[in-house]
């Protein structure tokens, strides 16, 4: 069975500009949840989704969104990027929505200058 | 104060030592999570508990829900072992909240 994917797996982006990352889970899999990592702050939960809807979201400015299509794949995306935006974003998935043992993708490196 | 401590940040050892990473907690939990982060940035469950103790070859998991407190232990460890141990809790709204990690390093 395939892993967790993450796309792209490295990014540059400008401030003021915006991204999309890309999430498919493990086939089967219906919750994605989403974190940011970085060495100030370590991980932190950004969003859970669950059969397309979002059950769950951290602290974050409106300008983190996201959402999960029918087929379980999930794009987040940051608007107005910010220099603090650059982290290690990953997604996980699992079976339901209590984090049963959750499987974890890369990540994407997003460098924002 | 952080929700989720760990203790040591930072741990050295020889290999075969049996290690011991702790993980306290503050607000209440339907689980806790044990993670493992290699360098490069993939993690890995290792453990979901939310009462007793779990075990996995080396590596066995404890939680006592009444002291808010968990422990990671590693039997003979081994320089593979080697890799960022990172504590997770997963309160009542599910906003799961982590701890900042241990950095275990064992030496050949």
């Known amino acids: 069975k395939a892993g967790v994917t993450q796309t792209p797996r490295y990014l540059i982006k400008t401030r003021g500009q915006q991204v999309t990352l890309s999430c498919s889970p493990i086939?089967?899999?219906?919750?994605v949840s989403w974190y940011q990592q970085t060495p100030g702050q370590g991980l932190q939960f950004l969003f859970e989704?669950?059969?397309?809807?979002?059950?769950n979201k951290g602290n974050f400015p409106g300008r983190f969104s996201g959402r999960q299509f029918s087929n379980s794949r999930s794009e987040m995306n940051v608007s107005t990027l910010e220099l603090g935006d650059s982290a290690l974003y990953l997604c996980?998935?699992?079976?339901?929505?209590?984090?049963?043992?959750?499987?974890f993708g890369p990540g994407t490196r997003l460098l924002v200058l | 104060k952080n929700e989720v401590e760990q203790s040591p940040q930072n741990l050295t050892a020889q290999e075969g030592e049996f290690i011991t990473i702790n993980c306290s907690y503050s607000?209440?939990?339907?689980?806790l999570h044990w993670l493992q982060q290699h360098p490069g940035g993939g993690i890995v469950s290792l453990f979901m508990?939310?009462?007793g103790k779990k075990k996995h070859g080396r590596l066995i998991a404890t939680i006592n829900i009444q002291e808010k407190h968990s422990s990671l232990h590693i039997t003979a460890s081994h320089p593979r072992d080697s890799a960022v141990y990172i504590c997770?809790?997963?309160?009542?709204?599910?906003?799961?909240?982590f701890g900042k990690g241990t950095r275990l390093h064992i030496l050949p």
């Open positions: 996980a998935s699992s079976l339901g929505p209590k984090k049963e043992t959750q499987y």
């Open positions: 086939s089967g899999h219906r919750s």
């Open positions: 989704y669950f059969s397309e809807t979002q059950r």
């Open positions: 607000v209440g939990i339907s689980a």
């Open positions: 508990l939310s009462s």
């Open positions: 997770a809790v997963s309160p009542w709204d599910d906003k799961i909240i």
